[in-house]
């Protein structure tokens, strides 16, 4: 069994940055990933990063201002949110597939751990 911890949610102006965390319990030899949700619709995928950290995937919606990375000594997993916009507002859910290598496509039902999720608001 694998806890995730996510943190960094908050309030934000458009255009603005924010920097989610998500600290394992235990170290993963897996895929890591981010997953977001607003009221009403399902849950979808932001990102994702092997476990060696040399692949990651993109929602076309978030590439080139998002950016994933890890630190497997920490056990964290991060997301950088760049050019942040009012349709980014969702909470934010860490999420673990027990896969080392990318899959070519991951969707919410496929996923192996869940964080608890963190509150992000971008305001206009």
């Known amino acids: 069994q694998v806890q995730l911890v996510e943190s960094g949610g908050g309030l934000v102006q458009a255009g603005g940055s924010l920097r989610l965390s998500c600290a394992a319990s235990?170290?993963?030899?897996?895929?890591m990933g981010w997953f977001r949700q607003t009221p009403g619709k399902e849950r979808e995928f932001v990102t994702a990063?092997?476990?060696?950290?040399?692949?990651?995937a993109y929602a076309d919606s978030v590439k080139g201002r998002f950016t994933i990375s890890r630190d497997n000594a920490k056990k964290t997993v991060y997301l950088q949110m760049d050019s942040l916009r009012t349709e980014d507002t969702a909470d934010y859910y860490c999420?673990?597939?027990?896969?080392?290598?990318?899959?070519?496509?991951?969707?919410?039902?496929?996923?192996?751990?869940w964080g608890q999720g963190t509150q992000v608001t971008v305001s206009s």
């Open positions: 990063i092997s476990w060696s950290g040399g692949n990651t």
């Open positions: 999420a673990v597939r027990k896969v080392m290598i990318l899959p070519a496509g991951w969707g919410p039902s496929e996923v192996d751990y």
């Open positions: 235990t170290r993963t030899n897996y895929a």
